[in-house]
């Protein structure tokens, strides 16, 4: 196990960084491991986890999963991004703002931050191709999210029980 940070980049608000353990390398990505406490980082703050998450990612593949261990709101948020880079530190993604995510508590699905998104488009900070591409991912992730049926989905709550 080694620690390193992910740097989550939002055009145009900054990078936001997590150090995080890297844990694991297998089929389906690379698995980061944030206790509690865990230190964060953003352009105005700066803090500790207060629950528990762990974060799946893999080079070439346009998203990046969180499973969030909040006990008031268990969920598994799908980061729409471009595709994550290893770097010297640890690991690097530009957020493209869309964001699937599983309500573990009632099985919902929703895709969050259209908002955001829409002002990156109109101001200009993303892409048409880059637009596109958040749109399609996030469309696909929510239907995968409501299926359930990638073996991933449910590793990943097993590996965030076994941390806390």
Known sequence: MRRVRLSKVKRPGGVFWFDFWQFLEDGDGTWLRGPAGSPWGAPHANGALSVPVLVLLAPGRPWVAWW?????????????????EATGAGWRYIDLELDPVLHERDSRV????????????????????????????????AEALRRRTEPWQERGWQLLSEQT
Not at 68 to 84: F, K, N, Q, S, T
Not at 112 to 126: L, Q, T
């Open 68 to 84: 969030v261990g909040d006990p008031a709101d268990r969920r598994l948020e799908i980061d729409v991004c471009l595709p994550p």
């Open 110 to 141: 929703e895709i969050e931050d259209w908002d955001e998104y829409e002002e990156a488009c109109r101001n200009g900070w993303m892409s048409v191709d880059d637009a596109a591409l958040a749109r399609a991912t996030a469309e696909d992730r």
